[in-house]
């Protein structure tokens, strides 16, 4: 956007909305003028909505979940199953599975993975606070449901090293084919995987 | 995103997002969880760079380009041909036109097309204003620049009829094949009118 245009707002608003996710030049230009085009609709409250969100939001200090409060809502939510605990790569995954309703139990966000290529080492992750919750009482088992990539897997077998010392049983996700998957469409890895895990009909 | 997870900030953060062009729920959410990520860095400033731009923002009352002034920087700019008027559908199209640094005249932002089932009639459109500024001594030519779709070229037409009645030369982009496009990915009606209007080398 040339600046000669419009003034520096307009350019301002347009650079910094071209470092969301998924906006590029373009789509930032298209959503700057949506944006102004829906001033009183969409810009002013969606301007509150994040200054707010800036003030409030907190991680939660037992788990990494974000809330407005620490610890967060599924970590003092009582009716939760205090001996599981999921542990995931993001605060992305751990909404994936609550939307599917599927985690009865607490989480555990690790912060992403192991990465010594981009100086992403153990002390660069909340790994040190899953083992000192996986020697709590309560805790019988972790479920490591890291992204099914090479560093969310060595990553996984890390930690499972790591948690050799605590008690706990130590469970990963299932590989098999999607549901709603076309065989067509999968890599080999997963085919061989879903046939070594075959189930009885 | 299930409210009961994060609190009703989030949820509230998230489907504002989503109303940006270009963003659904799934990338709403990245997009959210980048801006937390991001406070200071991003989430903060964005919010206000929307304040400040919903708060100074206006309408040029002369051409219909955003603007912090009306009229706006282009209609104030003493060194612009002011014998020119160049027509287009919306303000992105005027910035594109700018980008491209291809108009020493003025603009005239009409709004939108035409368009009957829509309900978009002349009267929503900047037409009685462009009639004035053309029927305005300076103004020796308008440069229909509406998209090659069919609504704004059924609106091209409306619109120079309504022109008829002032002096002013009614000129329209040319159509041809794109610099740097290739012919096997172009349609009939391009291809024709680039051969009919052929020039000598």
Same mark, same amino acid.
């Given at each position: 956007m040339s600046r000669n245009v419009t003034g520096p707002e307009i350019?301002?608003?347009i650079? #910094? *909305?071209?470092? *969301?996710?998924g906006l590029g030049?373009?789509?930032a230009r298209r959503a700057a003028l949506h944006l102004i085009r829906k001033k009183d609709q969409l810009m002013k409250p969606l301007a509150n909505a994040m200054s707010v969100a800036a003030d409030i939001i907190v991680e939660c200090g037992n788990c990494g979940n974000i809330d407005t409060l620490s610890p967060c809502m599924i970590c003092r939510d009582e009716k939760?199953?205090?001996s *599981?605990?999921? #542990?995931v790569e993001t605060v992305g995954d751990l909404w994936a599975l609550e939307r599917a309703e599927v985690i009865k139990g607490q989480y555990h966000v690790l912060g992403g993975t192991l990465s010594p290529l981009d100086g992403i080492g153990p002390d660069d992750l909340n790994i040190n606070t899953l083992i000192e919750r996986a020697k709590g009482e309560e805790v019988s088992e972790v479920l490591i449901a890291l992204n099914a990539t090479v560093e969310g897997q060595s990553t996984a077998h890390y930690i499972t090293d790591m948690l050799e010392e605590t008690d706990v049983k130590i469970s990963r996700l299932a590989h098999g084919v999607p549901v709603g998957g076309e065989l067509d469409y *999968?890599?080999?890895g997963t085919l061989a995987a879903a046939i070594k895990s075959r189930k009885e009909m």
């Open positions: 350019a301002e608003l650079q #910094l *909305l071209s470092k *969301l996710p030049p373009r789509s939760r199953d205090k *599981l605990i999921c #542990l *999968l890599d080999e």
